[in-house]
């Protein structure tokens, strides 16, 4: 079994609350807005992180890939930062397809590929609730989880 941190939109603030969900973890995903170099240095101390550039990511952060691809165990993820942005051929490509931007947290299955958001982690935009994902890989089943960073 394989645990995968997905994390999106923490805009230059890294709580508290996401280093603790992300314990354990063999792997973290950022969605993209990460806001400052120093986020990828400290969720690097968990795991080996990947990340996308987001639409506020400027300076050294601006050198990060607007996609990434990889493999988990079985299985094979595409991510970028926003969901607009995801090729038609992804779902069909991969079992696991990640996207942040609007903030919203969302997980959906499409045929056999789940499509995950898993919202902000940085400071409250809008009325939306902070949150992270964690995708447990076994085998090859996938098992999704949305955590709330609120008390």
Do not use: K
Request: proline share 7%.
């Amino acid at each position: 079994m394989l645990r995968l941190g997905v994390v999106s939109d923490t805009h230059g603030l890294l709580r508290p609350e996401v280093l603790e969900r992300l314990r354990g973890c063999h792997r973290i995903l950022h969605a993209g807005d990460v806001g400052d170099p120093r986020i990828l240095e400290s969720l690097g101390n968990i795991a080996p992180v990947e990340a996308v550039r987001g639409n506020v990511d400027s300076g050294p952060l601006s050198a990060l890939p607007e996609t990434v691809s990889g493999d988990a165990e079985s299985l094979s993820y595409r991510m970028v930062h926003r969901r607009e942005d995801v090729p038609a051929e992804w779902s069909r490509q991969a079992g696991l397809v990640i996207f942040g931007h609007s903030h919203r947290p969302e997980l959906e299955w499409r045929g056999g590929c789940l499509w995950l958001n898993p919202g902000a982690a940085g400071p409250r935009r809008f009325s939306l609730p902070l949150t992270l994902a964690r995708v447990t890989v076994d085998g090859r089943r996938l098992i999704p989880e949305l955590l709330s960073l609120e008390s």
